[in-house]
């Protein structure tokens, strides 16, 4: 047995022995069961949980006591801040070559994850300007999805297509969505 093979192997004994509750340290890393795309993409699915919860809280206070926009807010947490940040997170996963680094998973986490707070804050405060930044900072996102999505190369050609139309898709959304947020809920 060669000397990283021998080193591998009693890592992996002493991460067993460790966890049948011996006290010994494990001098070796930890067994890892997830990809380093999908760990990088745990922290997409925490953040789209809690925008869910946060959007059945909303609805919840909404439901007991009506405020302007609660049926709105508590949709475009669920939406915006959940359904279509899993889907743009994850969705990655299931791509043949997306382009992935720690510098592109932050920019599409934080952009996207700012720019959906803005425009939430922006509506509730009635503030058209910050709804404007909000949209351009997920409409920045998108671009960071777009761009981690990697070639167009077979074996999946389609996924990568169904990943962009996605983002195209939400593009349109957030332009309409801003226009609907200047002419306010009466039209």
Do not use: K
Not at 96 to 107: D, Q, Y
Not at 118 to 133: E, I, N, S, T
Not at 140 to 168: D, K, S
Request: net charge positive.
């Amino acid at each position: 047995m060669t000397g990283a093979a021998a080193s591998a192997s009693d890592g992996r004994q002493s991460g067993i022995r460790a966890a049948s509750g011996q006290t010994e340290r494990a001098h070796a890393a930890p067994v890892v069961w997830l990809s380093p795309l999908a760990r990088g993409r745990l922290v997409f699915v925490a953040v789209a949980a809690a925008m869910i919860v946060a959007g059945g809280f909303v609805a919840a206070v909404n439901g007991a006591s009506s405020f302007a926009h609660g049926s709105w807010l508590a949709a475009y947490l669920v939406l915006v801040g959940g359904v279509s940040q899993l889907l743009l997170g994850v969705g990655s996963l299931a791509l043949p070559e997306p382009t992935e680094s720690i510098a592109l998973t932050r920019a599409q986490l934080g952009l996207w994850n700012a720019g959906t707070l803005a425009v939430a804050g922006g509506v509730l405060a009635d503030l058209f300007g910050v709804v404007l930044g909000g949209s351009a900072l997920i409409v920045g996102a998108l671009a960071c999805f777009a761009r981690g999505g990697g070639p167009v190369r077979e074996p999946r050609p389609t996924a990568v297509l169904a990943y962009r139309f996605l983002i195209v898709v939400l593009v349109i959304s957030v332009v309409v969505g801003g226009v609907l947020s200047r002419t306010g809920p009466a039209g």
